[in-house]
């Protein structure tokens, strides 16, 4: 089953933060963030793992709550290149593969 | 540089055509995936291969064929038996196939039937 992503289209201003969600129904092992520019290819952001741990880099992060089954990736001080669809592709149960939500439009305005 | 290819970028098919887009890897990744993305759509899973010679198929594999006979390539056809091809077709290839192997993309494929 698909993970669910929201919200589906946020719009911000250059210097906005924003955080998109991604939750799942079943027991999460791995969430795996992407950015996608239209037209092009996702690009990898960042894994978290069972476990509940943070991670980020520069001003992107992101945080997995293993009791609500979900990931939130937050993006500080937004520039214009963080423009884009985030998606979140998770690992969960006995599937080998990733399944994707459907992804979250970021547009950043000057 | 290592990386992921695909082509062609653009591809047009008449209805009732069967049509290949090729994908190759110099990663050494072991394996492989097709996905499809619709407009305001997520990726979902066509086919995924582990080792040469072997691939399982995903979600929606009906009307579409893979191979694998060689680690750094895994061609999709897409057949005239799949409905709706128009789509944005997307490889990736991963170390392996745990879930925390991170998967990583081409440039993708747009297919057109006209």
């Known amino acids: 089953q698909q993970p669910v992503q929201s919200p589906q289209a946020v719009i911000l201003r250059e210097g906005e933060d924003a955080v998109i969600n991604c939750s799942s129904s079943k027991a999460l092992y791995s969430v795996h963030w992407y950015r996608q520019k239209h037209g092009e290819a996702p690009v990898f952001l960042m894994i978290?793992?069972?476990?509940?741990e943070q991670k980020g880099h520069d001003k992107i992060s992101a945080s997995f709550n293993e009791k609500k089954q979900q990931s939130s990736l937050y993006l500080t001080a937004s520039q214009l290149s963080y423009s884009g669809t985030y998606f979140c592709g998770t690992g969960s149960g006995s599937a080998r593969q990733l399944t994707f939500g459907s992804g979250t439009q970021l547009t950043v305005l000057p | 540089d290592g990386g992921i290819t695909q082509s062609p970028k653009y591809l047009f098919r008449k209805e009732g055509q069967n049509v290949t887009l090729s994908c190759e890897q110099n990663?050494?990744?072991?394996?492989m995936y097709w996905y499809r993305q619709d407009p305001g759509q997520g990726l979902r899973l066509i086919y995924y291969?582990?080792?040469?010679?072997?691939?399982q198929k995903g979600d929606i594999a009906e009307g579409y064929s893979v191979s694998r006979e060689k680690k750094e390539s895994f061609p999709l056809t897409v057949t005239s038996a799949q409905k709706n091809p128009t789509a944005f077709y997307l490889c990736?290839?991963?170390?392996?196939?745990?879930?925390?192997?991170?998967?990583?993309f081409g440039p993708g494929t747009r297919l057109t039937v006209l």
């Open positions: 291969s582990q080792i040469v010679n072997d691939f």
């Open positions: 978290l793992l069972k476990g509940g």
């Open positions: 990663l050494n990744h072991d394996a």
């Open positions: 990736a290839s991963s170390m392996g196939l745990a879930r925390t192997d991170t998967q990583y």
